[in-house]
């Protein structure tokens, strides 16, 4: 399991060309479906738990535990810039992806011995659980890898029309965020978007336009 530290950013026309001019390399250029899941009373995301199927693989985001992303205070600017990233535990592991969502949805922290029949089966132990899909859309997605170790950066592009860029560094269990955190921002100013405005990502953009009261729960969560 690893922790996904992001920050997203405006991109324009001049992107590109900065990321070419510091000698980003570009890894690949991939098209993607992502489906996103939920209790018909959104139970999940409301407890900012976001679960999806993208290339045929489950994933789940979740907040980071206390104390697994302890971080350096620094300075004013530091925390200002630190506040601009997001750090979202990634789980990949089907059994593990089901404990926790069973877990969010009934408070059962206990791993069953013997799941639920339908837990085994890749296509139906959303539905057995109450979940259905709620959002869907498809990225067209640009991957750079910079000189900093470890710094990727994306272009995405959705199919609803919004575009976002994001510095992402993958950080390991128990590894080091505040460096995670210092990466991230040399390479905002690197590419010229350290603003200290919070971008939105695709999510926001197509909960606002699809689902808007869901959107304004969340924001009254302080979920987005
Ligand atoms: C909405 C959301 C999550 C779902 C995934 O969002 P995002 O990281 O934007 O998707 P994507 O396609 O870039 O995933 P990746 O390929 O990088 O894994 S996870 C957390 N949230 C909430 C959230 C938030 N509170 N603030 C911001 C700026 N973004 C997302």
């Avoid at 993208?54 to 205070?73: D, F, H, I, Q, V």
């Avoid at 339908?118 to 057995?128: L, R, Y």
């Avoid at 976002?164 to 905002?188: C, M, N, W």
Wanted: proline residues 4%; charged residues 30%.
């Amino acid at each position: 399991m690893s922790v996904e530290v992001e920050r997203k950013f405006v991109c324009n026309a001049d992107t590109l060309k900065t990321l070419e001019e510091i000698g980003a390399v570009c890894l690949a250029q991939r098209e993607f479906k992502d489906q996103y899941f939920d209790s018909p009373t959104f139970d999940l995301t409301l407890r900012d738990v976001w679960l999806r199927k993208r290339k045929g693989c489950w994933e789940l985001k979740c907040p980071t535990s206390a104390g697994e992303t302890e971080e350096a205070s620094g300075g004013p600017s530091e925390a200002a810039a630190a506040a601009l990233c997001s750090r979202y535990r990634e789980i990949t592991d089907l059994p593990d992806i089901q404990q926790r969502v069973r877990e969010e949805l009934c408070g059962d922290g206990e791993r069953s011995a013997s799941p639920p029949a339908d837990d085994d089966d890749d296509e139906s132990w959303p539905s057995g659980m109450n979940l259905r899909c709620f959002a869907e859309f498809t990225t067209v997605r640009r991957s750079f890898a910079l000189e900093e170790d470890g710094v990727q950066v994306d272009l995405d592009q959705a199919d609803f029309g919004y575009s976002v860029g994001e510095i992402e560094v993958l950080v390991p269990e128990g590894g080091d965020v505040q460096s995670a955190l210092e990466k991230i921002g040399r390479t905002a100013q690197k590419l010229g978007v350290a603003s200290d405005q919070r971008v939105e990502g695709k999510m926001n953009v197509y909960l606002k336009r699809n689902h808007p009261e869901h959107y304004a729960r969340l924001l009254s969560a302080h979920v987005l």
